[in-house]
Each structure stands twice: as structure tokens, then as C-alpha cells.
């Protein structure tokens, strides 16, 4: 599909098991999602401009690497917030923007109630992440919000999509990439991914 990466990988494998199981613990849902996001996060950066440098080795000198642009990552809160490290894990400079979106549990559309983005999102490498990517509501809202604050280059980055998220994002915004883990069979009567992993933030967070 255009411009839709799904990382097909052992480990990724591995701990989606973990996260999908219901008798996974709060502590282990943890580690697992911040494995899987160091790995989404290596995927993600996978085209990360960067710029030479000299630098000098006991030997001699040679050519090294700095980033060209800034960072900048953009949790969608609250689940959002779990596939953050992993982005810092490699970019430990990075800047963290936050947009706060809940699904209204009747109708499934994104409710707004908090934003701060940092300066210098127009010029900058901006990661939104979100665990979940269910009718695409709240990750279509985010982009939206961060595009009309001058943001360019946006990519998307999350754990399970349902195809109809998939197809929102492909609608909504056809030049943002995604990256993904699994693309599940479909959302349910209460738009929860099946089979995905039941409710991301909650069980992230030990609030069920
Ligand atoms: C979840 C998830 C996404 C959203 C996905 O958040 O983290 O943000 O639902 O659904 P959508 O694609 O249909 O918009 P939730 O509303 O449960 O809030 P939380 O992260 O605070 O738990
Ligand atoms: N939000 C979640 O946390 N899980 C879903 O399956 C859908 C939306």
C-alpha cells in the first residue's frame, strides 16, 4: 500500500504477542511496547537527513555525522506517550510536542483538550506516534493540528492499525508515511481493533 510500512520482524513478533495476551501485566505490557518502539522508532528514522562533520579519531581525521534538522516528536496523548522513548532512545536531543485527543465513547470522534508544540516544528523532522490507529480520527486530527502550525514533514507511527485508520490517514493525509507493526482484520461494533490488544492506554498505564 502507498506509503504504508509494516515492520516484519522476530522481536516485533515477539512482544506484540506479549501486548495482544490479556494476562500480560502491567510491567511486562510496558517493556514489551518499549521494545517494539525502539524498533519502529529505527524503521521510522530510516531516512533521517543528516550532514558530515570532521572529526578526528586517536588515528587520524575523518568524516562523521550530525543530524541536518531537528527532531521533533509528537505523542498523541495518553497512549502516545508509551512510543516516545523510543524515538529518544535514538535522537536523545529531540524536542517532545504533545496533542491531547480522547475518543468520545459514543461517537468515536476525536475530543481535542490539550496542545503544546515546540518552536520550529515548520523546518523540523516531526514523528507523531500513537499506539493505536483504530477509525483514524484522533491521528488524522493530530496531523491536521501540527500541519496547520506549519508542519511539512510528518510521519506516523504506531503498533496495530485497522484497515479503515489505514484508509483515513491514505484519505486525510496521503503524503504523511505510516509506519506500523501489524495491520489487524477490522475495528468492532465499539470501533476497538480486531483482534489488536484492547484499550492501549489503559493497560499501558495500569488504569483499567
Ligand atoms: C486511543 C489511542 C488513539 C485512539 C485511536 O486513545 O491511543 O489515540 O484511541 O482511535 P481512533 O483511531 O479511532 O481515533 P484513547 O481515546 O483511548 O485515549 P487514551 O490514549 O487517553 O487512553
Ligand atoms: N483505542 C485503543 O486503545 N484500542 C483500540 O482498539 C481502539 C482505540
Excluded at 568524516?63 to 535522537?91: C, H, Q, W
Excluded at 493505536?132 to 503498533?159: P, Q, R, W, Y
Amino acid at each position: 500500500m502507498e506509503n504504508v510500512s509494516v515492520i516484519d520482524h522476530p522481536i516485533i513478533h515477539r512482544y506484540l504477542t506479549y501486548l495482544r495476551d490479556k494476562s500480560t501485566n502491567t510491567a511486562l505490557f510496558r517493556r514489551a511496547m518499549s521494545n517494539i518502539g525502539i524498533i519502529l522508532a529505527y524503521h521510522a528514522l530510516n531516512d533521517f537527513p543528516l550532514s558530515e562533520i570532521e572529526i578526528e579519531t586517536p588515528i587520524q581525521k575523518t568524516t562523521g555525522y550530525k543530524p541536518a534538522t531537528e527532531v521533533v516528536v509528537i505523542p498523541i496523548l495518553r497512549a502516545g506517550l508509551s512510543l516516545v522513548d523510543g524515538i529518544v532512545n535514538f535522537m536523545p536531543e529531540a524536542k517532545v510536542g504533545h496533542v491531547g485527543v480522547y475518543r468520545n465513547e459514543e461517537t468515536h470522534q476525536p475530543v481535542n483538550y490539550y496542545d503544546n508544540l515546540p518552536e520550529g516544528i515548520e523546518d523540523a523532522y516531526n514523528i507523531v506516534v500513537d499506539p493505536m490507529l483504530a477509525t483514524g480520527g484522533s491521528g488524522s486530527h493530530a496531523i491536521k493540528f501540527l500541519k496547520e502550525n506549519g508542519a511539512t514533514n510528518i510521519k506516523f507511527v504506531c503498533l496495530i492499525a485497522a484497515p479503515e485508520g489505514i484508509e483515513r490517514l491514505r484519505k486525510d493525509h496521503p503524503d504523511v508515511p505510516v509506519i506500523t507493526a501489524a495491520i489487524d482484520e477490522r475495528l468492532n461494533e465499539n470501533a476497538y481493533i480486531v483482534p489488536g490488544l484492547g484499550d492501549a492506554g489503559d493497560r499501558y498505564f495500569g488504569t483499567l
